[in-house]
């Protein structure tokens, strides 16, 4: 089933966030504006969990979207209970759905990190409280809230701004896309021959670029879509997931869009250098760039924690349409 499945669950308006794509120009524009309430004033919604749970089911390691959701939780007045996939039943056969309405009994909100988009599509299906998707193979919507709120902080708006993502067209790549198209920003993505976004996705993205006065720009030339920009952006080149015997033959096939000084210098003086983390010096970027002075990697780290409090209180507030 391709990441598009996702689109495939009906909704009358947003109970969960699955992708971008979910949300309206308005949804997202909201999001942000909640992030930055918090992050003024982190504890100013405390009573919204008072004496409940938010489970976080965590199927894949993780440092920054664990423990951002979790001090979310805790600063909405929650109890955050994370478990693996070794301690539930799902590992000795429950079905995702009986496993989603048990969860849903006892919690508030799911909060899912796992490999594939059906397996999300399917809990949030049968489950009656909001599910947040905190990372599939084929997306990663709470990094890209938190990468808009860095950019719309950094340029006072979204507005007209260009990106340039290099690398791997993978989950980070994809969600990205659709929030640039959602907020008139201007994203050119290049990627080696063979590791292209997957094309439902860029066709979703492509469509709400049209509706939102935005461009979604696909290249295969480092150089060119370095040029000019306000922010080059970038992943690590070989994943979680990734089979081992791939490594070689992705570092060898991303080596030319690795994000080095030469490359950086292409962009415009007051550009910035992005990566969701964790990095990897000497691969997808060098120490010079991600540790310069133009590097906000640690404030996109930062607003993860903003940006998960206000996804967790607009969802369970219900105060997100959708993009209908």
Not at 60 to 65: I, Q
Not at 163 to 190: I, P, Q, R, W
Request: include cysteine.
């Amino acid at each position: 089933m391709t990441t598009s499945s996702l689109a495939l669950v009906p909704r009358l308006a947003v109970k969960d966030l699955l992708r971008i794509s979910d949300l309206s120009h308005d949804d997202l524009v909201h999001l942000l504006d909640e992030a930055a309430r918090y992050r003024a004033h982190p504890f100013r919604a405390t009573p919204l969990l008072t004496g409940d749970t938010v489970v976080c089911y965590f199927a894949k390691p993780s440092t920054r979207t664990r423990i951002s959701f979790e001090t979310a939780i805790a600063r909405l007045g929650g109890v955050p209970i994370s478990v693996s996939p070794t301690e539930l039943q799902l590992g000795r056969g429950e079905t995702i759905a009986d496993t989603a309405r048990v969860l849903s009994r006892y919690s508030r909100a799911i909060v899912i990190r796992t490999f594939a988009d059906s397996d999300v599509a399917e809990l949030a299906a049968h489950a009656a409280v909001p599910v947040v998707n905190a990372l599939t193979d084929g997306h990663h919507p709470c990094q890209a809230l938190a990468d808009m709120l860095t950019l719309r902080d950094r340029f006072d708006g979204t507005t007209g701004v260009r990106v340039a993502y290099l690398g791997d067209g993978n989950n980070v790549a994809h969600s990205l896309m659709e929030a640039c198209a959602l907020m008139g920003m201007h994203l050119t993505v290049a990627t080696p021959p063979g590791y292209e976004p997957d094309p439902d996705v860029v066709r979703v993205a492509e469509d709400l670029a049209a509706a939102n006065g935005s461009t979604i720009v696909l290249t295969h030339d480092p150089l060119e879509a370095a040029e000019d920009v306000h922010a080059v952006y970038t992943d690590v080149w070989v994943s979680m997931g990734d089979a081992p015997d791939e490594r070689e033959a992705r570092l060898h096939a991303m080596r030319p869009y690795q994000v080095n000084s030469d490359l950086f210098a292409r962009a415009l003086p007051e550009a910035v250098f992005m990566h969701c983390l964790p990095a990897h010096r000497g691969e997808e970027v060098t120490a010079e760039v991600i540790d310069g002075p133009r590097s906000i990697v640690f404030e996109q780290a930062e607003n993860r924690l903003h940006t998960a409090e206000a996804v967790l209180s607009s969802l369970l507030l219900d105060e997100l349409e959708g993009s209908r």
